[in-house]
């Protein structure tokens, strides 16, 4: 499984969101530009998280995006979907008519669906809270470490 780099701008663009105080709208440019996202990349996803619920936009002054839940309430999975990405190792269990021995197959049914299962609880369970916490405890980690000395 690899994510698509859809879905990584997608959760650089949520997780910069997330920092922001309740409410606080911010342009998709502005956002992008910190994340080092591709504007024209950054205005496609943002339009597609905000039909699958989780951005809200509002044109104008004054205007931006902004979460469209608390980031306790969005989870990386629900991200990845809202990509069309799929949380799956195998390519017949994102798509079974790949292989006409799916539903036959033990390592399909015994091995590849159990394993999708626990990767989507994995990232079903991952919030964006969770991942701004654990940047700002690796950017305080990395501030406290000495500089090298050459």
């Known amino acids: 499984m690899a994510i698509n780099w859809r879905t990584d701008y997608a959760i650089r663009l949520m997780c910069e969101l997330a920092k922001r105080d309740v409410g606080q709208r911010d342009t998709v440019r502005r956002v992008a530009d910190t994340v080092a996202v591709p504007y024209d990349y950054a205005r496609t996803i943002a339009r597609d998280l905000v039909s699958a619920g989780l951005l809200t936009s509002r044109r104008g002054v004054g205007g931006g995006v902004v979460l469209a839940r608390s980031a306790r309430e969005i989870s990386i999975l629900d991200i990845m979907k809202a990509m069309d990405d799929e949380a799956s190792l195998s390519l017949c269990t994102k798509d079974p008519s790949i292989c006409s021995r799916a539903e036959a197959c033990p390592i399909h049914v015994g091995v590849w ?38």
């Open 113 to 150: 669906r159990g394993l999708d299962t626990l990767i989507e609880g994995y990232l079903a369970r991952h919030t964006l809270a969770d991942a701004v916490e654990l940047g700002a405890q690796l950017e305080a980690s990395l501030a406290e470490q000495p500089e090298p000395a050459f």
